[in-house]
């Protein structure tokens, strides 16, 4: 599987739920979502080494 479709499937795995938890917190849907958008786009630049470490989503939770 490539870089892009590993990531592609994380993420379309773990985004709906990832807002949720924002919104939980923040009770504002935009901002959770811009958040978690933010999120995502910083894990991917950092993909590679966040694989390599094992799984990305404790990372992009932070």
Known sequence: MS???EFDA???ATAKRLVATVYAM???LAESEDA???AYAR???RWD???RE???LPW???
Do not use: H, I, M, S
Request: glycine share 8%.
């Open 49 to 51: 080494r966040l694989t």
């Open 54 to 56: 094992g799984d990305p």
């Open 10 to 12: 994380f993420y379309a």
């Open 36 to 38: 978690v958008q933010e």
């Open 60 to 62: 992009v939770r932070t």
């Open 26 to 28: 923040t009770g504002d």
């Open 3 to 5: 870089k892009e479709a």
């Open 43 to 45: 894990a991917w630049q």
